[in-house]
């Protein structure tokens, strides 16, 4: 995706769920049709529901837009995100030490289907 982010969300995306702290996205990046965040959150919200995601979420890139169920779940922030070109793995890179239930010193290969740590 090229040029600037809008300030103002398109109608209908999902946005980070105020939970008194400093909610942020660090990074926003399209890849395959999917929009993929990163940042410091812990909830969206989207048409009138919260979910729970920690620092990392997807969702379709064009409306009608619809929250992913990829939810790798990090325990810290996510600075960064780089996807393989094929969109089937992304590369979290922050300050947590597990995502996905998996120990995860900063850095993490996740499979963007299943949202698992890819340990090899």
Not at 6 to 23: C, H, N, W, Y
Not at 98 to 108: E, L, P
Request: net charge positive; proline share 7%.
């Amino acid at each position: 995706m090229t040029g600037r982010v809008s300030p103002i969300p398109a109608v209908g995306t999902p946005q980070l769920a105020p939970a008194g702290g400093v909610e942020q996205v660090r990074q926003l990046v399209e890849c395959g049709g999917t929009m993929y965040a990163v940042g410091t959150f812990s909830a969206i919200t989207w048409r009138g529901k919260t979910y729970s995601r920690h620092n990392v979420f997807s969702f379709s890139a064009a409306a009608p837009y619809r929250i992913t169920p990829w939810n790798p779940d990090a325990n810290g922030e996510v600075n960064s995100i780089a996807l393989t070109p094929n969109c089937s793995y992304a590369w979290l890179g922050g300050d947590f030490t597990k995502v996905a239930g998996t120990y995860a010193g900063n850095i993490a290969k996740v499979s963007t289907s299943a949202g698992a740590v890819v340990t090899a």
